[in-house]
């Protein structure tokens, strides 16, 4: 397990990656996004599941602000935090976010980018970028409407609103609440069942799932081609056949 401001745990098929700045509730540094850059290039050459979680009971209150207060024009052009998330979101397996306490501004970004969102009753989520007079401009002014739809992400990221667990729930942001002890439990197990299917149909299945409207319905045919003619896919369908015949 590696140290520094991201606590990496990795296991033969996932990963554990823990936001570690306890002292500023996890913002999300430059620091956070070299290591985040280091964890999907592994993650590129060996695929495996992420879960991301936070120390001390916040998944990470935003980006540091003492660094971003002195970034400028071109520094807001090279993506710094959006180009890490980017990176995230495309990683060839799932991601999922356990989110506990704060997930705001990047932190909220962060977490937008995973495939999946679980969440305690204690989240408390969203964008207040513009009170400090600049915009969430890592991801989630795209992910967010795909996330909510276009109504309530705009109320969110034009009035700064955060919201509390329940309302996310029921919002379609984050799926399920689990209580605080619970949270990491919950997340692995996603993560096994994710690790009981075939690992390319999973793999696919986020390609499609994140493909532009307009790849539809032409992708999932090439990709089912694909895994039509997997071994896999022979192997596990005459298992079931095996012992559907019992």
């Not at 060996?46 to 991301?52: Q, S």
């Amino acid at each position: 397990m590696s140290a520094g401001p991201l606590r990496v745990d990795e296991r033969e098929d996932r990963v554990v990656a823990t936001l570690d700045r306890p002292e500023t509730r996890n913002a999300i540094d430059q620091a956070t996004v070299d290591a985040l850059h280091a964890l999907c290039e592994s993650l590129e050459e060996r695929p495996r599941t992420l879960i991301l979680i936070g120390a001390a009971g916040d998944f990470a209150a935003g980006a540091d602000i003492a660094q971003l207060r002195e970034r400028r024009a071109d520094d807001a052009r090279r993506g710094i935090n959006s180009n890490a998330f980017l990176r995230v979101g495309a990683l060839p397996m799932p991601v999922i976010a356990a989110l506990d306490g704060y997930a705001l501004g990047g932190g909220a970004e962060l977490a937008y980018a995973a495939d999946l969102r679980i969440a305690t009753p204690r989240l408390r989520i969203g964008n207040p970028e513009t009170g400090l007079g600049i915009i969430a401009a890592a991801g989630a002014t795209w992910r967010l409407p795909r996330l909510v739809g276009d109504a309530r992400a705009a109320e969110l990221l034009l009035t700064g609103r955060l919201l509390d667990a329940e309302t996310a729930l029921a919002w379609g942001l984050v799926s399920a609440l689990h209580e605080p002890d619970d949270l990491l439990d919950a997340a692995h197990e996603l993560a096994d069942r994710i690790a009981a299917n075939d690992p390319l149909a999973t793999r696919h299945t986020k390609t499609a799932l994140r493909a532009p409207v307009e790849r539809h319905p032409d992708i999932e045919g090439e990709l089912q081609a694909e895994l039509f003619e997997s071994p896999e896919k022979f192997r596990r369908m005459d298992a079931f056949l095996a012992r559907r015949s019992r």
